[in-house]
């Protein structure tokens, strides 16, 4: 059961940082901040609206002074839950941020659930479910670009888009229930073929969005890529270069990398868990046999491949190995070492590999990484119109809600094809309604909502 109360929360992430805030949400929260709220000037806090006010935050069970404090309140309904909220902006670190929740939770407000801020916005009509989705995408999103499909998502655009199919779906429905109730010569009902045009119009807008779950997955996520290639080609190197640190040990050993090594890069705002992996070869004792069994696997858990050969170095044996492996893949093949003379060129593999594209890089001379960059995005949004910054279904939720209300209208428009009775075209549409309404919150189960608030962390 959801019980409300005065809530309170360290609402900024925990660390050392200049400042942070401890957030009150409730009728009680004014009161509360009052209690323990000392001003040099006027001695207690005024219940003004929307102005930041200084002084101390202290105990009034022993008067002692915890930290210098700016308050700002925001009355019901201008606030982020639309009850009235306290902002108190102390130092940051963990000892003073403690010491305010404490003060304050002694003082009559209750620790928060994780995402009980949002839950609220949601509860009180501030924003709709699919909003309160968007709020955990930004808290969580790694990149620029996810980050901007989570504001639009928090904006209002897939909201929009559904609530736009819902009502075609509605009127079509209201149509038929019409031609249930009375017969033709009293009301203008539609005719089923005009109706058919109206849902086929739904089923068209929602499939559309389904296209875009892939890309919106892309953003969430990030793309599984996959640095391979036979022993001391530069693979560590290259992923170093793309980091533009020296994130993994590079030598002129073969066989230097054992363990996959995964970072997440960012490359013009696109999302890239890339693993170095172990060369592959035949291996010359276990460690390297483990490493390599792991570089196998993550090649087929890939959703792209750098395939890195030496371009000084002829093609060796253990290369066409390495291709064996590739089968089925999405491949970059990438010619490094392109500062020496070389020996293999793009056309050596016309015949052994499929793949999407080639680059040429020097990871000593920084050269080529710029256009494999360019390269990887190119390949990764190839043929999708629109590219990423147009993806609103971003969440795995919305996405089968949405496969569910494109079956329901799929049954309905078949029935009405079949010239069927109205009954059997409004059952599965009630349902597909039903579905789209649990994207944006219009009909949810207690269940439904209690789920997504608790991926929330605390103070959110
Ligand atoms: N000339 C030249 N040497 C390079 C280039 N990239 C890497 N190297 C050298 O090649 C050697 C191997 O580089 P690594 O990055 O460790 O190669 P790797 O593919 O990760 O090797 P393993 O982890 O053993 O599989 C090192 O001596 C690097 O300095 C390049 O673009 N040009
Ligand atoms: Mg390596």
Known sequence: MYSPGTIAAISTPLGTSGIGIVRLSGSDSINIASKVFLSPKRKTLSSKSHVIQYGYIFNPETGKKIDEALISIMKSPRSYTREDIVEINCHGGIVPLREVLEVVLANGARLADPGEFTKRAFLNGRIDLAQAEAVIDIINSRTEVSLGAAMRQLEGALSTEINKITDKVFEVMVQLEAAIDFSEEDLNVLPRSELSLKLE???????????????????????????????????????????????????????????????????????????????????????????????????????????????????????????????GKRVILVLNKSDLPSAVRETTFKNILCYERCVSTSTIKEEGINELEDVVVEVVFSGKAGHAGETLVTNRRHKSSLVKALEGITEALRALKNEESEEFVIVPLKDALESLGEIVGKVTSEDLIEGIFAQFCIGK
């Open 201 to 327: 119009n739904a089923q068209r807008k929602i499939s559309n969005l389904l296209a875009d779950w892939e890309n919106g997955r892309i953003l969430r996520e990030g793309i599984r890529t996959t640095i391979v290639g036979r022993p001391n080609v530069g693979k560590s190197s290259l992923l170093n270069a793309l980091l533009r640190e020296n994130r993994c040990i590079v030598t002129s050993i073969p066989g230097t990398t054992r363990d996959i090594i995964e970072e997440t890069i960012s490359i013009k705002g696109v999302p890239l868990v890339m693993h170095d992996t172990a060369g592959l070869r035949h291996p010359q004792n276990e460690v390297e046999q483990l490493g390599i069994e792991l570089s196998k696997k993550s090649i087929s858990e890939a959703d792209l491949v750098l395939f890195v050969v030496d371009s000084s170095d002829p093609l060796h044996k253990e290369d066409k190995e390495v291709i064996k492996e590739l089968k």
